[in-house]
Each structure stands twice: as C-alpha cells, then as structure tokens.
C-alpha cells in the first residue's frame, strides 16, 4: 500500500499488486512526487522495487520496468 500525507492537499492510498516478494516488509518515506514521476515514466504496468541492501532504509529505491532495462530510476528515501 502507498499512501501520501500534504498538509497543502490532503492524505491519499492506493493499492499495488505485489508479485513476487523477497525479503520483509519495510516502511519507507519518499518524495511521492518523485514517485510519481518514475511511474508515469513507464510504458510497462509492471515494475521491479528493489533496495539495494535488505531491509537499509538509507539507500535508494530501485525502479525498472519488468523485461524493460531501457529506463531505470533511484528514489531516495527522506529521513523522517
């Protein structure tokens, strides 16, 4: 689940489907803006999320499209 929290517009969820998880559940912050941004970037529905080191709340986020390397994004976290 995403959600997002402004104090100028407001809070807001949604849901992804998550395919494939490895690892454990994380609670991280980013700029949804810049989220955004890299989803709307894609041609694919389908994207990978990755971190580069397990459960690290401090390194980036990973974003590529599945089967689809020709655009690839790093989101980072802010500290909170």
Avoid: C, H
């Avoid at 489907?17 to 559940?25: A, R, T």
């Avoid at 949804?32 to 890299?38: A, F, I, K």
């Avoid at 990755?50 to 459960?55: A, H, Q």
């Amino acid at each position: 689940e995403i959600e997002t929290k402004n104090t100028e517009t407001g809070e807001g969820s949604f849901k992804i489907k998550i395919k494939d998880l490895i690892g454990e559940n994380i609670d991280l912050v980013v700029n949804g803006r810049y989220l955004l941004d890299v989803f709307q970037s894609f041609d694919n529905q389908e994207v990978f999320l990755g971190l580069n080191k397990e459960g690290d709340r401090s390194k980036p986020l990973y974003i590529k499209g599945v089967g689809d390397d020709s655009f690839q994004a790093l989101v980072m976290p802010i500290s909170v």
